[in-house]
């Protein structure tokens, strides 16, 4: 499973779960057992395509037989991305949204969305992301430059809430079939995993706030590292022409026309503003009151005139 730039592990390209299949008193998933017809323990799954069953006395040798099926893995390309956040309901409940998308110039297909809980060194001393709880599978369809959000309710249980630094979820993408036999295999296409504390994610499109301001898939005029329409919905900013703007990114104090500058042509639109401000607001839709308060005391009227003029004059 690719895509983990948080892990630890293997230089975050690594997404790791472990199911124990019963005997030692631990969460078990034995669905995920039988999809993959596992009777015994040791056995090792690399991206669904991959198997390791047994293991050998030798460490070296052991971690250099996951190494080459890891590397097999690694070295195939894919087309899929997923990012994860982790948005508080109430309590101990949390709602994980996950948007998966198929990058643009790739290939449309159906995925099997699967979201587990993983507690971290829970059980053993060599227990690393130890299954805990997984929800229900989702399938979707998406074309070449398409993305879904999936959103699942999580409650952790007290052993989990005890020890939340060790919370990881792992989501991952796999081909939708009933089983994933060593005969027909059910390839994952790409996985992520989320440490706690879960990223914030203030418009809940499940891309963390950095990497939608980052990567454009929001704004964020005003530089205070908070998506736009999060200030605006938050009431932290104000879009009084409700153009998805904050009002404190487009006041241009003195610009009457809205026309971008502050010219002989605001002076007529600067006297129907204080003489008749419905009016103004007729003649000049979208523009902000705002640009008028040009002693910027959050009132509109005579005692502007002298700072409109300062500013027109550029005194």
């Not at 932290?236 to 026309?259: F, H, K, L, Q, R």
């Amino acid at each position: 499973m690719l895509n983990d730039p948080n892990d630890q592990l293997a230089d975050g390209t690594f997404a790791l779960v472990q199911i124990h299949i019963g005997g030692d008193g631990l969460p078990s998933w034995a669905g995920r057992a039988s999809f993959y017809g596992v009777a015994g323990a040791p056995v090792a799954v690399f991206d669904g395509a991959l198997w390791v069953a047994g293991t050998s006395t030798d460490v070296q040798t052991q971690f250099d037989i996951y190494l080459g099926k890891y590397g097999q893995r690694r070295a195939v390309p894919t087309d899929v991305t997923i990012t994860a956040t982790g948005t508080e309901d109430s309590g101990q409940t949390y709602v994980i949204n996950s948007r998966v998308c198929i990058e643009p110039g790739g290939t449309a297909k159906t995925l099997r969305i699967y979201m587990v809980q993983d507690l971290d060194y829970y059980g053993c001393t060599y227990c690393r992301y130890t299954f805990m709880q997984a929800g229900a599978t989702q399938d979707i369809t998406l074309q070449p430059g398409q993305c879904a959000v999936i959103s699942k309710s999580c409650t952790f249980d007290s052993t989990s809430w005890a020890a939340r630094t060790a919370i990881k979820m792992v989501i991952w993408a796999q081909e939708p079939q009933s089983s994933g036999l060593q005969n027909d295999p059910a390839e994952v296409f790409q996985a992520c995993t989320m440490h706690w504390p879960f990223p914030v994610d203030c418009n809940v499109n499940g891309i963390p706030d950095g990497d939608d301001i980052a990567g454009g898939t929001s704004q964020d005029c005003n530089a205070n590292a908070i998506p736009d329409e999060c200030d605006i919905s938050n009431g932290t900013s104000e879009d009084a022409n409700s153009n998805a703007i904050p009002d404190e990114c487009e006041i241009v104090t003195g610009d009457m026309n809205c026309d971008g500058s502050v010219d002989f042509g605001d002076i007529n639109p600067f006297v129907l503003l204080i003489t008749d401000p419905q009016a103004w607001q007729t003649a000049y839709p979208g523009c902000l009151l705002a640009n008028g308060d040009c002693n910027v005391d959050g009132v509109i009227g005579f005692a502007d005139i002298n700072p409109f003029i300062a500013i027109l004059t550029g005194q």
